[in-house]
T-cell receptor
Framework: DTEVTQTPKHLVMGMTNKKSLKCEQH?????MYWYKQKAKKPPELMFVYSYEKLSINESVPSRFSPECPNSSLLNLHLHALQPEDSALYLC??????????????FGPGTRLTVL | DAKTTQPPSMDCAEGRAANLPCNHSTISGNEYVYWYRQIHSQGPQYIIH???NNETNEMASLIITEDRKSSTLILPHATLRDTAVYYC???????????????FGKGTHLIIQP
């Protein structure tokens, strides 16, 4: 099973709201990722968690706050977003093995609209 | 990770083989070639990856040239459901110093014609 689940599928929020995106995997993967994809553009990396610790932050504004409560769960907390933050937010996970390749498996994404 | 170059779009007739090229002339010895596809508004789907040997799975075949500077993804019998953006990505093997993200290029928009 290579399933990564994301909730909600769609989210509409105002600029003063606080909301959270959730991602879950049960493949025993130890690395999890958030990507952002604007319309007609490729996905861009936002954050990487490795063994539940934040290892990469691609200079993402602080209005995006990631959290990894355990090895299966990844959240993205949203606060005071701007309309230009409207995008498809993708979660991915991978096994973290020093010797082999780390194929990343993606969830279906959350379509976020900021009004 | 090495940069990749792909044609922006391609057409293929339904039932025919779709051959998607990718150039990665600066690939280094420990870097793998990965292919993903993304059907409209869905998450990217892993297709196949390889290091230097040709690979085949239930979805596709991957042909890597001997000098590893280019590769071709082959969908043997394309269907309308194969219409998607196909991304060729080069990345190092193993997590050594830790997991890192994928760097997506613009990909190839493959359109399967009925």
């Amino acid at each position: 099973d290579t399933e990564v689940t994301q909730t909600p599928k769609h989210l509409v929020m105002g600029m003063t709201n606080k909301k959270s995106l959730k991602c879950e995997q049960h493949m025993g993967h130890r690395a999890m990722y958030w990507y952002k994809q604007k319309a007609k553009k490729p996905p861009e990396l936002m954050f990487v968690y490795s063994y539940e610790k934040l290892s990469i932050n691609e200079s993402v504004p602080s209005r995006f706050s990631p959290e990894c409560p355990n090895s299966s769960l990844l959240n993205l907390h949203l606060h005071a977003l701007q309309p230009e933050d409207s995008a498809l937010y993708l979660c991915a996970s991978s096994q973290e093995s020093p010797w082999g390749t780390d194929t990343q498996y993606f969830g279906p994404g959350t379509r976020l609209t900021v009004l | 990770d090495a940069k990749t170059t792909q044609p922006p779009s391609m057409d293929c007739a339904e039932g025919r083989a779709a051959n998607l090229p990718c150039n990665h002339s600066t690939i280094s010895g420990n870097e793998y070639v990965y292919w993903y596809r993304q059907i409209h508004s869905q998450g990217p789907q892993y297709i196949i990856h390889g290091l230097k040997n040709n690979e085949t799975n239930e979805m596709a075949s991957l042909i890597i040239t001997e000098d590893r500077k280019s590769s071709t993804l082959i969908l043997p019998h394309a269907t309308l459901r194969d219409t998607a953006v196909y991304y060729c990505i080069v990345r190092r093997g193993g997590s050594g110093g830790g997991a890192d993200g994928l760097t997506f290029g613009k990909g190839t928009h493959l359109i399967i014609q009925p």
